[in-house]
């Protein structure tokens, strides 16, 4: 037509911005190719990126006071142990009596276990969970013990909790040991004179999972649920009876309440921890930092416990490392690839100081990879995790003797050690004027002491995702430009080329529709009762498919009927555009909500994207490169594949057999149905 | 187009209006199983959905506020219009045992939805057979035919029902719904040149929200000119034409034309824009009597005034929105800020001008146009806005069939809207994010808005443009 070409030719000078558009667009195969790779490298620098940390508030001032611990308190957690481990009455009874000794106000919550639930809209409905459970027997019935010490003084208005999970029925040695490093502390605390917020010290139930009890703590403190149902229903119960007399006991007295006590907002969460074994060269002390969904505590409590283990109580601070990396070896011939070209450049320019020895880099990899790991896959590392819902940083500091718990000579030693580790932490704490704020929340781990922080850990990222617009803008072109040729002649179909896209966009919409419906159907299948995982999971299987053949038949007639009358190539390239762009789309959002978890995704499903073709005109094509990338295509697909169904299958028991909570499954489940929609698409894609 | 395609064509039409019921009827069913949904997903609460002018629960306090004798605008909560209060309140107190609270006002909303639906295509009906007549008279037909082809009414109508953003608002219990409802009126109104109708929806528009308050250019138009249709320049040549031709040849067969063009070309009929403005008068008065007797008895009109146009347009809550107020009077001194007010509310004013000369032959399209300015740069804006310019895009499906980054806009708005309340939460709730987080979605929301408007209007002036070439192109054929 006279006027389209008038129209193009109107325009002859061209921003250079737009320029290098245009030139990125039609070179978009190498510009793809260079991104990804060179994302891939970024990703394999970062232990090298990474830096050291450092106390960022200042008002922290940590090991600035001299530690205040003595023997006295340690003799005094040794009797407290002793009686835990020796007494015939309940531990529980045992504990608020030692706490009530201290004049602090003792509490129980009782509580029942929480069920797995999974709510898969609860990212989007709200952040109080009413969740209220029916139908629990009365013998399942856990109570943690609370005891709160006033600070002279605070106002009441901010507190520091310590967590120390044990089990009842049966106080391991491990258990016993934290539970009386925690003791000293708090006979400590409730002398001192500087104490400026309250401190709580949960005995939390661990008899059916640490983390469900104290979530449901947490969930009383901040968003009591009130109803009468589940009162009577605890009324009507024998052992609710038994714990109600508990208050009136002659001897467990003046400081017990009956209601729940609150102590303001809290500031910081420790949960202390110690290893059953020993057998370790040293002691040690485990940082566990992961809540739920990949968030992590503010940057300067891990560098507290860290400044205070390595100078002040000679701990060995340890991070989780995943260690079937630390003897790879393509990972220590890397690390020697790069320590010597660190070298290379420091003998070129002294102050690039860029080059760290290959076991570093090694020991940074496998903490780092362990780190994104265990972001990724969304669940919290410890019973820490609830905290972090309710905006609370906290983390696990699980210590690790030299010799068994059991037969220990130097228990003083190890109780005052740790003791001193506490207070020096809870003291720090202490100091802060407002909410932890000025270190970093997004941080990956590559040491104890070395973070990459969230400018660093983005380029990578931003890397491997740039094909995807670069890639989607070029096949549109491509699209819109060949639907132009090839219906020149017919005035009705040029009049929507500029529209074109819809149909595609349509389909891609189904196939993501039958995606969030697929990831939806667990929440359903989990009121079913008496069900096993197997049997839920097969008519997980079962319901799916015959929701997409639902689908197929409300939705996807019209779409699939219309499709066979457009030209094939400009339509495949027009889905092929539509599906990457809402991989970015997805991608991107997910780096926002989760970075490791898209991190990972990107990894998986940038390659398929961008290899994609469909089978039947590579098989008309019959050159070797055309067979060859077909076969790269079926062979990613089948790589990619296994993951994503190991990963449903995991999801999908897990989420039955009720190990983990909360709406960290929301973005779990929602990723992995992301990726099968993905993967079901690019299906769809190659066999078109 | 010869006879043997026009039959399939027809089929179409036919086949297409059956589904179209089927899928207005499929989306209210839609809009009622998510009201079903436990507390409607907390879409009300949500900050996209609902801003202080439109939410219910302010609504509700306003309506609590009056039912025990306080003004409804004491405490500074309810900023709305007296009139929505005898409308919705008590709608809003009304519980039916096992149903889902505010049922009836979502069932008022959804309602509202599908009449805006209807009268988006009715009034795309009457645009596009205007719309094909005039191409007609300047003898353009195969065009005409063209736009006959996509039944561009009942397409904006499904566009606005099954909008995302329609949906939100409608179950999130905006009061938008009803905003969007009174300008579609005034559209309509003005297409079917109904002057009692118009007048009456312009009015409670401007009431309800202030900022409709400049469609009275376009309506103006719409009344003194007729709806949208190629530049006038181009009729008056082709009488020309006619005129030399008719005076040498046969003058009865071109007659009916002619006396058709003379009113094409009439160029500007005073007496329905009297009427107009007459009917406007007329309901203004109506609603400031009927407003001044429900307030009677707290302070009068004046209070009314100041707390919703003064609360508009002051900007006194500054609690965050889809908009960019909010952030920058956040941050700006106090003794700039009525500096600034006057500079941001000028912006609207700024465009009203160029805009309206330029596109004065297409009044509906401009209103679209001001819709999206306004809603893009008003104090409080939320999706309900949106939706109603996103419906209206339709109305041009085949004029803006040529728009360039079509495909972008889509993603685009698809990212921003998911983006957004994943910010709102990293803020909010998870406290891993910060004020700036969420503001940069809301500058990504702007500038998508304002390279929709800017390739709209782009693409129309191109259409524009290659009707000229074709009708000029035509009558050098028939000179030569």
Not at chain 1, 408 to 414: L, V
Not at chain 2, 281 to 291: A, F, I, Q
Request: some cysteine; aromatic content about 12%.
């Amino acid at each position: 037509m006279v006027e389209n070409d008038s129209v193009t030719e109107k325009k002859p000078r061209i921003r250079p911005i737009v320029r290098l558009g245009f030139f990125l667009i039609s070179h978009s195969n190498y510009v793809s190719l260079l991104c990804f790779l060179s994302g891939i490298v970024a990703l394999l620098l970062l232990p090298i990126l990474a830096n050291n940390t450092y106390i960022s508030e200042n008002a922290l001032m940590p090991g600035s006071a001299n530690s205040m611990l003595s023997t006295q308190h340690v003799s005094h957690a040794n009797k407290f142990i002793n009686d835990l481990t020796h007494s015939d009455i309940e531990s529980h009874k045992t504990v608020a009596q030692y706490m009530s000794a201290l004049d602090a106000e003792v509490t129980y919550h009782k509580f029942y276990p929480q069920l797995n639930q999974f709510h898969p809209l609860h990212f989007f409905t709200s952040s109080d969970s009413g969740i209220i459970s029916k139908n629990i027997s009365c013998s399942s019935l856990g109570i943690n013990v609370a005891g709160i010490i006033r600070a002279p003084r605070g106002d009441g208005k901010e507190a520091i909790v310590l967590v120390t999970p044990y089990n009842p029925k049966k106080v391991g040695p491990g258990e016993a040991l934290s539970l009386g490093i925690a003791y000293s502390v708090f006979s400590l605390l409730s002398r001192v004179t500087w104490l400026a917020k309250d401190v709580i010290w949960l005995v939390a139930d661990s008899q059916y999972g640490e983390y469900s009890a104290v979530s449901a703590w947490l969930r009383e403190y901040q968003a009591p649920v009130f109803h009468e149902a589940e009162i009577v229903n605890s009324e009507t119960c024998n052992d609710s009876i038994a714990i109600s007399e508990l208050g009136q006991n002659p001897y467990s007295d003046r400081n017990s309440y009956g209601g729940f006590r609150r102590a303001g907002t809290m500031a910081a969460a420790l949960v202390i921890k110690v290893d059953e074994q020993g057998n370790h060269h040293e002691d040690s002390l485990n940082i566990y930092p992961e809540a739920s969904n990949g968030q992590m505590p503010n940057l300067d409590l891990i560098n507290i416990v860290n400044y205070l283990g390595v100078h002040k109580t000679g701990f060995r601070i340890k991070v989780k490392k995943m260690f079937s990396l630390l003897g790879s070896r393509w990972l220590n011939t890397l690390g020697g690839i790069f320590e010597s070209l660190g070298q290379i450049a420091r003998s070129l320019n002294p102050q690039w100081k860029f080059g760290i020895s290959a076991t570093e880099y090694v020991e940074g990899a496998a903490t780092l990879a362990s780190s994104m790991y265990s972001q990724g896959l969304g669940v919290p590392t410890g019973s820490h995790g609830a905290f972090r819902d309710y905006q609370v940083d906290a983390i696990t500091l699980k210590i690790s003797p030299k010799d068994s718990p059991t037969k220990m000579i130097r228990r003083n030693d190890f109780i005052l050690r740790g003791g001193r580790l506490i207070e020096g932490v809870i003291r720090s704490i202490n100091n802060l004027l407002e909410k932890f704020h000025q270190s970093f929340f997004l941080y990956l781990l590559s040491s104890s002491s070395k973070y990459v922080s969230v400018g660093v850990y983005m380029i990578p990222f931003a890397l491997l995702v740039a094909p995807l617009p670069i890639v989607a803008a070029s096949l549109h072109a491509d699209a819109s430009k060949s639907t132009l040729q090839s219906t020149y002649s017919s005035e009705v179909e040029v009049s929507h080329k500029s529209w074109k896209w819809l149909n595609s966009a349509r389909k891609v919409l189904v196939i993501h529709l039958w995606g969030a419906v697929v990831s939806l159907l667990p929440y359903f299948l989990y009121q079913i009762p008496n069900s096993t995982p197997t049997t839920n999971f097969t008519v997980w299987g079962i319901l799916s498919a015959f929701s997409l053949i639902i689908l197929y038949f409300i939705l996807g007639s019209p779409i699939f009927e219309a499709a066979p009358s457009q030209p094939e190539k400009g339509e495949w390239a027009s889905l092929k555009s539509v599906t990457i762009s809402t991989a970015f789309i997805g991608l991107s959002l997910m780096s926002v909500i989760n970075f490791a978890t898209a991190e990972i995704g990107a990894l998986l499903i940038v390659p398929i994207c961008l290899m994609a073709r469909p089978l039947k005109l590579d098989a008309q094509a019959r050159s070797w490169r055309a067979l060859l990338r077909a076969t790269c295509n079926l062979a990613l697909g089948f790589i990619a594949f296994p993951p994503v169904a190991y990963f449903l299958v995991k999801g999908a028991f897990e989420d039955f057999n009720g190990t983990n909570v909360g709406d960290y499954w929301n973005w779990v489940e929602s990723l992995w149905t992301w990726n099968s929609a993905t993967y079901l698409y690019v299906e769809s894609v190659e066999l078109t | 187009m010869s006879t043997k395609t026009e039959t399939p064509v027809k089929k179409k039409n036919q086949k297409k209006i059956q589904c179209f019921w089927s899928w207005v009827i499929g989306s209210v069913i839609l809009r009622l199983i998510i009201i079903y949904f436990p507390k409607n997903l907390n879409l009300s609460s949500r900050p996209e959905v609902s801003t202080p002018l439109t939410s219910i629960r302010r609504l509700a306090e306003g309506y609590w506020l009056k039912q025990s004798s306080m003004s409804p605008y004491a405490g500074s909560m309810y900023h709305g219009s007296p009139l929505l209060l005898t409308l919705l309140g008590p709608l809003t107190v009304k519980r039916i045992e096992g149903q889902p609270d505010h049922l009836l006002c979502s069932l008022v909303f959804v309602i509202a939805d599908v009449v805006t639906a209807m009268l988006i295509c009715a009034a795309g009906k009457k645009l596009q057979a205007a719309y094909s007549s005039s191409l007609q008279s300047i003898g353009l037909h195969h065009l005409s035919e063209d736009s006959d082809i996509l039944p561009s009414g009942d397409f904006a109508a499904l566009l606005y029902l099954w909008n995302p953003f329609t949906i939100v608002a409608c179950v999130g219990l905006s009061t938008s719904a009803i905003e969007n409802l009174m300008v579609v009126v005034t559209l309509y109104g003005a297409c079917a040149r109904l002057a009692p109708l118009a007048a009456f929806g312009w009015v409670m528009a401007t009431h309800l929200s202030l900022y409709p308050a400049i469609l009275i250019i376009p309506v103006i138009l719409l009344f003194g000119y007729g709806p949208d249709a190629p530049p006038r320049k181009l009729f008056r040549q082709r009488t020309n034409l006619e005129v030399d031709d008719s005076a040498s040849g046969d003058r009865s067969c071109l007659e009916d034309e002619l006396v058709n063009e003379k009113r094409m070309l009439n160029v500007f009929s005073w007496r329905p824009v009297v009427l107009f403005l007459f009917w406007a008068l007329l309901w203004s008065s109506y609603v400031l009597v009927l407003c001044g007797i429900y307030v009677q008895q707290h302070s009068g009109l004046q209070e009314m005034f100041k707390s919703t146009y003064g609360f508009i347009l002051t900007i006194q809550d500054l609690s965050p929105n889809i908009g960019v107020f909010w952030y920058f009077f956040a941050e700006v001194f106090d003794f700039f800020r009525s500096f600034f007010l006057i500079v941001f509310h000028g912006n609207i004013l700024l465009m009203i001008l160029p805009l309206a000369l330029r596109l004065n032959h297409r009044p509906c399209f401009l209103a679209f146009v001001y819709i999206v300015l306004s809603s893009m740069l008003k104090s409080y804006p939320s999706v309900g806005d949106s939706a109603l310019y996103l419906g209206l895009l339709g109305l041009f499906a085949y004029e803006l069939k040529d728009m360039q980054f079509s495909f972008f806009l889509f993603s685009g708005y698809v990212g921003v809207s998911l983006l957004s309340p994943v910010m709102h939460n990293l803020w909010i709730w998870r406290g891993t994010g910060n004020a700036n987080f969420y503001f940069a979605t809301a500058i990504g929301y702007a500038c998508l808005q304002i390279i929709l408007v800017v390739e709209s209007v782009s693409a129309m002036l191109n259409h524009d443009r290659m009707i000229t070439k074709l009708t000029t192109a035509k009558l050098q054929n028939v000179k030569s």
